[in-house]
């Protein structure tokens, strides 16, 4: 979501609580991607001693997947912070250009101001964490979900 220019202080809180949940929503993720990442280490670190006790019955399918999923994930969560992280640059550059020319022009309330590129920078950093965290979080839980059912079976 991309913060609009508004001079309603309404609209500027509503824009904050909006980029807050946004915010908040990645954090979740972040918190989900460890608790699944963690259930994944131990699955497979069961994998890897079944396949050491016994090598001609282990579950290489499953253990081949480990580095190259990794791999992929961190190589798409890299490939969105370049992308992502010069248009958080560009909301910052902005941002302070408005601040300094709020703060020359003489106005006493020149603070008051700055406040729809404040709310740009502040999306720019919430959409970038978002998108960065993303192909991390889909291939852990994918990978708990996948090894919960082999569990069962």
């Not at 069961?46 to 190589?75: H, Q, W």
């Not at 302070?96 to 020359?104: D, R, V």
């Not at 700055?114 to 999306?123: K, N, V």
Request: glycine share 4%; charged share 20%; with cysteine.
């Amino acid at each position: 979501m991309s913060a609009p220019q508004t001079t309603s202080p309404l609209a500027t809180w509503s824009q904050m609580f909006v980029i807050g949940f946004d915010l908040q929503r990645t954090w979740m993720k972040a918190t989900e991607t460890l608790l699944t990442s963690q259930r994944v280490i131990d699955a497979r670190t069961i994998l890897i001693c079944n396949a050491g006790r016994s090598p001609l019955t282990g579950d290489y399918r499953e253990l081949s997947r480990m580095v190259p999923e990794k791999i992929e994930a961190f190589t798409q969560s890299g490939a969105a912070l370049t992308q992502n992280i010069a248009v958080m640059h560009q909301a910052f550059l902005s941002q302070g250009q408005a601040m300094a020319a709020a703060m020359l022009s003489g106005n006493p309330l020149w603070m008051l101001q700055g406040r729809s590129q404040a709310l740009r920078s502040i999306d720019a950093v919430s959409r970038m964490a978002a998108v960065t965290l993303a192909p991390i979080h889909k291939t852990a839980t994918a990978n708990a979900r996948r090894l919960k059912k082999r569990e069962k079976q």
